[in-house]
């Protein structure tokens, strides 16, 4: 029956014929629809909000406003590529079929922010001998590291440090932080700020709308008792979808500033670049300032790539802080 259902459904909307996408397409129809329903009931109900935004129309202009910003930016990150390995490999391919060769410069920027840049230069080219994605990723590991442990068992490509494979994606990603069912798609490299943004924007939403159901309460309670069980039931699912949101922000906030990634975090002790650091050192934090500025603005490449830092630099970031580390504000 479900089949044929599928069936029909299928062959009128191409777009619905995956269970997986249909699923996904579901989900993104149930926030959509939760959004409306917090705003439009208060819209239905709250008569003096109706007065305020005769008086004050730029009040609800701003809200609306903030509405649909959250709404555009949960479908954009929603659409955006967390950074595949793959798509990474073939721009990499890419420009070694095209120049010849690849030149991989560790240059005194890169290498002070902990990364790689690999640019295409004929002539550093020519001294240093052709190069392959293989070859690319080997420069960021620790001299001697074995192939076969940074291998892919899914895709058999090789990983670069961070990146991990996704089982809902079927593919490997750069910087993994972890798979958003709510978005369907992957948290990494290069929509980990949207992600960010994303969570802020939604955050901002709800704690205004918490503040129109409170003074809603305040100001009309008492006039339909139904009413104000409904207004009170909202604003209470309200209240903890809210807390949850303000956890997450503060979580990723925490996340950013140090350079770690959930997966990371969560799976320090499983992950063989990070079992022998000691805890509460942050092997690719470069600063708080230098962590924020690569998450906002430096990571826009995809072969932007970062390197597991050495044992010199794990033990330097492990030395005990001092009063003149603190007046060199070396935390930043
Ligand atoms: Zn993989
Ligand atoms: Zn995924």
Same mark, same amino acid.
Not at 14 to 38: M, Q
Not at 131 to 154: A, D, H, N
Not at 288 to 311: G, H, K, M, V
């Given at each position: 029956?479900?089949?044929?259902?599928? &069936?029909?459904?299928?062959?009128?909307?191409?777009?619905?014929?995956?269970?997986?996408?249909?699923?996904?397409?579901?989900?993104?129809?149930?926030?959509?629809?939760?959004?409306?329903?917090?705003? &439009?009931?208060?819209?239905?109900?709250?008569?003096?909000?109706?007065?305020?935004?005769?008086?004050?129309?730029?009040?609800?202009?701003?809200?609306?406003?903030?509405? #649909?910003?959250? @709404?555009?930016?949960?479908?954009?990150?929603?659409?955006? *590529?967390?950074?595949?390995?793959?798509?990474?490999?073939?721009?990499?391919?890419?420009?070694?079929?095209?120049? &010849?060769?690849?030149?991989?410069?560790?240059?005194?920027?890169? *290498?002070?922010?902990?990364?790689?840049?690999?640019?295409?230069?004929? *002539?550093?080219?020519?001294?240093? &001998?052709?190069?392959?994605?293989?070859? #690319?990723?080997?420069?960021?590991?620790?001299?001697?590291?074995?192939?076969?442990?940074?291998?892919?068992?899914?895709?058999?490509?090789?990983?670069?440090?961070?990146?991990?494979?996704?089982?809902?994606?079927?593919?490997?990603?750069?910087?993994?932080?972890?798979?958003? #069912?709510?978005?369907?798609?992957?948290?990494?490299?290069?929509?980990?700020?949207?992600?960010?943004?994303?969570?802020?924007?939604?955050?901002?939403?709800?704690?205004?709308?918490?503040?129109?159901?409170?003074?809603?309460?305040?100001?009309?309670?008492?006039?339909?008792?139904?009413?104000?069980?409904?207004?009170?039931?909202?604003?209470?699912?309200?209240?903890?979808?809210?807390?949850?949101?303000?956890? @997450?922000? $503060?979580?990723?906030?925490?996340?950013? $500033?140090?350079?770690?990634?959930?997966?990371? @975090?969560?799976?320090?002790?499983?992950?063989?670049?990070?079992?022998?650091?000691?805890?509460?050192?942050?092997?690719?934090?470069?600063?708080?300032?230098?962590?924020?500025?690569?998450?906002?603005?430096?990571?826009?490449?995809?072969?932007?790539?970062?390197?597991?830092?050495?044992?010199?630099?794990?033990?330097?970031?492990?030395?005990?802080?001092?009063?003149?580390?603190? @007046?060199?504000?070396?935390?930043?």
């Amino acid at each position: 029956m479900m089949d044929l259902v599928s &069936g029909r459904f299928g062959r009128y909307f191409p777009c619905l014929a995956d269970p997986a996408r249909r699923s996904s397409i579901g989900l993104k129809a149930a926030l959509v629809a939760l959004h409306l329903v917090y705003a &439009g009931v208060l819209f239905l109900c709250d008569a003096d909000l109706i007065q305020k935004t005769k008086r004050e129309p730029w009040y609800t202009a701003l809200y609306v406003a903030l509405f #649909v910003v959250t @709404l555009i930016q949960y479908f954009v990150t929603a659409g955006s *590529s967390p950074g595949f390995v793959i798509d990474a490999m073939r721009a990499i391919n890419e420009a070694d079929t095209l120049f &010849g060769t690849i030149g991989v410069a560790k240059h005194a920027a890169s *290498s002070k922010n902990g990364s790689l840049n690999l640019t295409v230069d004929s *002539s550093q080219s020519a001294r240093s &001998g052709s190069t392959s994605w293989s070859k #690319v990723v080997m420069e960021l590991y620790p001299p001697g590291t074995q192939i076969r442990t940074f291998t892919c068992g899914y895709c058999s490509i090789e990983q670069p440090p961070r990146a991990k494979h996704c089982h809902d994606c079927d593919k490997c990603v750069l910087q993994f932080d972890h798979h958003c #069912v709510w978005l369907g798609t992957c948290i990494g490299q290069r929509n980990h700020c949207r992600f960010w943004w994303y969570l802020c924007e939604e955050t901002a939403l709800g704690l205004w709308t918490v503040i129109l159901y409170c003074s809603y309460l305040k100001t009309s309670i008492a006039r339909a008792w139904w009413r104000d069980v409904i207004m009170i039931l909202l604003l209470i699912t309200l209240i903890i979808a809210l807390i949850f949101l303000l956890l @997450l922000l $503060l979580f990723h906030s925490y996340l950013i $500033l140090t350079n770690q990634t959930t997966y990371e @975090l969560v799976r320090r002790r499983r992950i063989p670049y990070l079992r022998s650091v000691p805890e509460r050192v942050y092997p690719f934090s470069q600063g708080i300032c230098r962590n924020l500025y690569n998450f906002c603005c430096a990571r826009t490449s995809i072969t932007d790539l970062e390197r597991l830092p050495t044992a010199l630099e794990i033990e330097e970031k492990s030395r005990p802080y001092t009063c003149c580390d603190f @007046l060199t504000c070396r935390c930043c």
